[in-house]
Structure formats: structure tokens, C-alpha cells
């Protein structure tokens, strides 16, 4: 089945700087590619999401980038702040579509 | 619009036990995926199922098991408990499942003593 790896597992910054977050796939039929981010004790939301007919995409100060080739995708959240700690989750779509495969996660801390 | 809605939000179970959790999707979302989360694997998917149908199943034992109602309420079930099955089970709704964001709710924590 479709494996997912994430790196780091913790990450920590301070506030301003850039983070990155970096996911591969191992399964070439996967086409969907949606993080989320999970506060303590909530819910994980989904923060931004890309197709495989796309390779960038923006929203704000969140980016994320996929590298069909080397089926690798990348978030980059720019200008962090305090608010941006969550852990970080990376997904791509199974084989059958209707399901996704998550990172085990990245926990990011921003420091003031 | 309401979010995606589960219930019990904790349950404490003893092992040999089973046990349903319930879970209400966005209203119009048909499809309902279930997945398990622990702090060393993460988010495992269970199943999703879209007009009552299971379309795909994940790799967990037959203990584990689930269906959907004509209102596209959703349910899942575990069987003789675990010690390991303790975990946050999470539900996601979405309009068409293939390919789609997933829309969680906030999970029932199901611990087994």
C-alpha cells in the first residue's frame, strides 16, 4: 500500500522565520496531496491542498510544492508566528482514491 | 452550517468489550471515513463509505467494522477489545470522497483498561 514519510518530526523556529516540511509517497498513482494542521486537543483542519496537475501552490503566507517526478511535496509556511504551532500532517490519496495516507506528523513549535 | 459530529466525545472500555461509536457528517456530505489516531502511527485509515456502500477498507483486523445509514450517518464498531485499540477515532465527511477534503470531527477517545 501507499506509504507516507514526513520530515522532521519536530521542528522549532522563531517567530519570522520560515519553516519547511517535507513529505515523500511511494505510490505514483496518488494525485491528491492535502496537509492538515492539529492543535493540542482539536480537531486536524485541513490548511491547504494540491492536485498533481499543479505544482505550487499559495495561500497567504502557506505554500506547498510537488515534485511528481521525484514524488516528494513540500509545505512552506513563511513569517511564522506563535499561532502556527500544531502538528503538521501530510496526506496523499490511495490507490482507490477514497481514502488517504497520512505522515506520521511534524510537530512544529513557534517560538516568540 | 454544522460540522461533522461524534459521539461519545471519551469512552472507557474494559478489554473483551465492543463498543459503536456514532458519527454525523456536514449536512449534504455523503461520503464518511473513519480513521484511527495514536501517538506513534498517526492517522490510520479505517474505511469510507459513500451511499451505504464500504468503497475501501483499511488494513485493520475484522474486529474493526462499520456502516452507513440512508442519511449518511455513520457507525462504527469494535469487537473484543484491545489493550492497543486504545486511540482517538476520528470521522471525516466530504461531498464526493474521491480525492476530496476530508472535513474531521473532533474524535472520540476510546481508552481500554
Known amino acids: 500500500g501507499e506509504n507516507v514519510e514526513q520530515h522532521p518530526s519536530t521542528l522549532s523556529v522563531q517567530e519570522g522565520d520560515s519553516a519547511v516540511i517535507k513529505c515523500t509517497y511511494s505510490d505514483s498513482a496518488s494525485n491528491y496531496f492535502p496537509w492538515y494542521k492539529q492543535e493540542l486537543g482539536k480537531r486536524p483542519q485541513l490548511i491547504i491542498d494540491i492536485r498533481s496537475n499543479v505544482g505550487e501552490k499559495k495561500d497567504q503566507r502557506i505554500a506547498v510544492t510537488l515534485n511528481k517526478t521525484a514524488k516528494h511535496f513540500s509545505l512552506h509556511i513563511t513569517e511564522t508566528q506563535p499561532e502556527d504551532s500544531a502538528v503538521y500532517f501530510c496526506?496523499?490519496?490511495?490507490?482507490?482514491?477514497?481514502?488517504?495516507?497520512f505522515g506520521k506528523g511534524t510537530s512544529l513549535l513557534v517560538t516568540p | 452550517k454544522a460540522g461533522v459530529t461524534q459521539t461519545p466525545r471519551y469512552l472507557i472500555k474494559t478489554r473483551g468489550q465492543q463498543v459503536t461509536l456514532s458519527c454525523s457528517p456536514i449536512s449534504g456530505h455523503r461520503s464518511v471515513s473513519w480513521y484511527q489516531q495514536t501517538p506513534g502511527q498517526g492517522l490510520q485509515f479505517l474505511f469510507e463509505y459513500f451511499s451505504e456502500t464500504q468503497r475501501n477498507k483499511g488494513n485493520f483486523p475484522g474486529r474493526f467494522s462499520g456502516r452507513q445509514f440512508s442519511n449518511s450517518r455513520s457507525e462504527m464498531n469494535v469487537s473484543t477489545l484491545e489493550l492497543g485499540d486504545s486511540a482517538l477515532y476520528l470521522c471525516?465527511?466530504?461531498?464526493?470522497?474521491?480525492?476530496?477534503?476530508?472535513?474531521f470531527g473532533n474524535g472520540t477517545r476510546l481508552t481500554v483498561t
Open positions: 496526506a496523499a490519496s490511495g490507490d482507490s482514491g477514497y481514502a488517504l495516507n
Open positions: 471525516a465527511s466530504s461531498l464526493v470522497s474521491y480525492n476530496s477534503p476530508l472535513h
